[in-house]
């Protein structure tokens, strides 16, 4: 079968998908961590690829940017190629000089102000959830590879560039610790069709302190987010 945006196979893909946003990000998990990769996707460019991690069968399967890319994306492998589980990999912007460049941070908690969960599905509630055997899994993941994990609520904005910055108003109010731009109507998706859904995010830069990282660097360097959501996979 295929969809407008998916030229796949539904024997193409797996079972478990880890969804980064950039295009060329699943391109460089494929081929640094998986083995025989075979590139199953490229509608739109919106590069995905299957192949084995120790043994495992997994797909990474690009989103694109925002939630209208995320939700279109994530909606159809949960609906149409029946994929079980999505683990998002991304990076985001620390809302807190507590979060340092390159830290890791698992979500448990999506706050957003978009329409997009009401207009999909009719859902009011403005933080929705992860779900909690993922979050077990890749915990006890972290511990045993000796990553430092951060966990707790981010911020999954429509805008990119905003006029007026609220977001010491997002941390008091809804303990928002980063921003980033997906995670919201991935949720949202796998609340509407039974599935699973999680989200691991790298800080890229700060919005405290200022720090930022390279394009580069986001596109290529965030392999301890990137190795933790596969070694988490093995076990799910």
């Known amino acids: 079968m295929a969809t407008p945006h998916i030229e796949s196979k539904q024997e ?8 980064p946003g950039d295009p060329l990000r699943a391109k460089f998990i494929a081929e640094n961590f998986l083995e025989n990769p075979r590139q199953i996707n490229s509608v739109r460019n919106m ?15 690009a989103s694109g940017m925002g939630m209208p890319s995320m939700g279109l994306y994530s909606y159809e492998l ?17 809302y807190t000089e507590k979060l340092n460049l390159y830290d890791v941070f698992l ?22 959830y992860s779900n909690k ?12 590879l000796n990553i430092n994990l951060h966990k707790g609520i ?18 008091e109010k809804y303990d928002c610790q980063a921003v980033e731009m997906e995670t919201f109507a991935l949720f949202h998706n796998a609340n509407v069709t039974g599935k ?14 200022h720090e930022e990282t390279t394009s580069e660097e986001r596109q290529n360097s965030f392999v301890t987010m990137i190795k933790l959501a596969l070694e988490s996979s093995i076990d799910l």
């Open 12 to 19: 193409d893909l797996a079972k478990i998908v880890i969804m």
């Open 47 to 61: 590069l995905a690829y299957t192949g084995t991690y120790k043994g495992k069968r997994i797909t990474v399967f």
């Open 78 to 94: 949960f609906k149409f190629y029946d994929v079980d589980k999505i683990i998002r990999v991304g990076s985001a912007g620390a």
């Open 107 to 128: 979500v448990e908690g999506a706050y957003s102000e978009s329409t997009f969960a009401k207009t999909q599905g009719n859902e009011s509630r403005n933080i929705l």
């Open 133 to 144: 055997e993922l979050n077990d899994v890749i915990e006890n993941k972290a511990h045993e």
């Open 154 to 171: 981010v911020h999954s904005s429509d805008v990119f560039y905003k006029e007026n910055e609220n977001y010491k108003e997002l941390v």
């Open 196 to 209: 699973k859904a999680t989200a691991i995010i790298t800080i890229s830069d700060n919005l405290v302190t």
